[in-house]
């Protein structure tokens, strides 16, 4: 069976798909290195995939609002 990559990760999912333990992705959240989620419904926050993929690519066009470096 194929593995589908999410539109939208969670935290948790976030995390891992950078290879990062939960409480180093949202140290690096809190700190401006990774932007934020969305809260796409009350309390439901996810990231979108896409633009982690695109950072960790180099591509932060768009981005540097919501990055600190």
Do not use: C, Y
Not at 9 to 21: K, M, Q
Request: no cysteine; hydrophobic share 40%.
């Amino acid at each position: 069976m194929t593995r589908h990559t999410p539109i939208m990760a969670s935290e948790t999912t976030a995390a891992r798909l950078l290879d990062l333990r939960t409480n180093e992705f949202k140290a690096l959240v809190d700190k401006g290195h990774l932007p934020p989620g969305h809260e796409i419904a009350p309390g439901v926050v996810r990231w979108d995939t896409e633009t982690l993929k695109r950072i960790l690519g180099g591509d932060v066009t768009g981005l540097w609002d919501q990055i600190q470096w």
